[in-house]
């Protein structure tokens, strides 16, 4: 793939042409944590490439904690503006794969959510400082993006390696050309070293792997380890709100006469109850297996991968101390 180099003082007017079409996020350290923050022509904050990916999943970009889907007696109008989300880790582009397969993959297409991935750039970046809740290369992702975005950057000393991997992020090198320097072999040096440096750090992090018939094993393990883990578990349900790849929606009503869709998580203890009060899942035993089945077991099943992308951000978040590794890595 075609690389180009673009210099340290050419990425924020590359910014502001962007948004003349787009609205732009990027990745800024708050808290001495990265989170993505609106960016606009005033903005004099500082773009984040060097830590992970940012506290808050992108899913929130394609698919909304809380929105109308349907409306009776009126017409639903939804102004859903076209947006670029920069600094994108691979952990977060796996879990849009997810999405893509629930989402647009199946018998039923969500029209927001494909109207949303239609109109998003995503602009993703290397990941070089790996940190201890770190596990994507146990779930064969690497550190570093080579598909499923539009541009891919590489901080490097005097500027930006910027690998196009889509003809969306074609046209974003071909509008604006005159910014883009080829790439000399020192730079593309730089950015094999410093791929090479995040792989072995992860590669420190988690020495052990998991079992290569992972999916059977949560499968045949189901109650056994699920009543030894799960009484570490508060169910606060942080895990599963802030991973990138839980999907789970609930419907209701509200008395304007608009349906409304809201994130669901299964350890709700209402989570599967049906009309008449019945509850497939009355025990929160039943509900914590039921997000490793999810996730290592039926997606891998129909899709070949799983709905686990290795983020961490269920090992930073859990109130409960729970590290998903070391329950994967003991079936």
């Given amino acids: 793939m075609e690389t180009y180099f673009l210099p340290l003082d050419k990425f924020v007017p590359l910014l502001l042409r962007l948004i003349e079409k787009y609205e732009v996020f990027i990745p800024t350290i708050e808290q001495e944590r990265p989170h993505f923050h609106r960016f606009s022509s005033e903005d004099t904050s500082t773009i984040s490439f060097e830590h992970i990916r940012t506290v808050e999943p992108v899913k929130h970009f394609l698919f909304k904690p809380i929105e109308s889907v349907a409306s009776f007696d009126k017409p639903l109008e939804k102004g859903i503006k076209p947006q670029a989300i920069v600094g994108i880790k691979r952990c977060d582009l796996k879990a849009i794969e997810v999405y893509d397969k629930v989402f647009l993959d199946s018998e039923f297409v969500d029209p927001f959510y494909k109207k949303r991935r239609e109109t998003t750039i995503l602009i993703s970046a290397d990941c070089p400082q790996p940190e201890p809740t770190c596990f994507c290369n146990l779930l064969g992702l690497n550190p570093w993006v080579d598909e499923g975005a539009d541009l891919n950057v590489t901080p490097v000393r005097s500027g930006y390696v910027i690998e196009p991997l889509s003809p969306k992020g074609e046209a974003i090198i071909e509008e604006n050309k005159i910014w883009f320097e080829n790439t000399s072999p020192e730079d593309l040096e730089q950015r094999e070293a410093s791929r090479k440096k995040a792989l072995d750090k992860l590669k420190e992090i988690n020495p052990d792997r998991f079992k290569e018939d992972l999916y059977e094993r949560v499968n045949v393990n189901e109650q056994k380890f699920c009543l030894s883990e799960a009484s570490g578990c508060v169910e606060c349900c942080g895990c599963l709100m802030c991973c990138p790849t839980c999907y789970c929606f609930l419907l209701y009503d509200e008395p304007s006469n608009e349906r409304v869709r809201i994130w669901d998580a299964c350890y709700y203890a209402a989570y599967a109850r049906v009309g008449g009060g019945a509850n497939p899942m009355?025990?929160?035993?039943?509900?914590?297996?039921?997000?490793?089945?999810?996730?290592?077991?039926?997606?891998?099943?129909?899709?070949?991968?799983?709905?686990?992308?290795?983020?961490?951000?269920?090992?930073?978040?859990?109130?409960?101390?729970?590290?998903?590794?070391?329950?994967?890595?003991?079936?």
């Fill in 282 to 331: 009355p025990d929160f035993t039943s509900r914590f297996k039921n997000r490793f089945e999810c996730k290592f077991n039926y997606f891998y099943k129909y899709h070949g991968f799983f709905a686990c992308t290795g983020c961490g951000r269920c090992i930073s978040g859990c109130m409960g101390k729970i590290d998903i590794r070391k329950i994967l890595l003991k079936l």
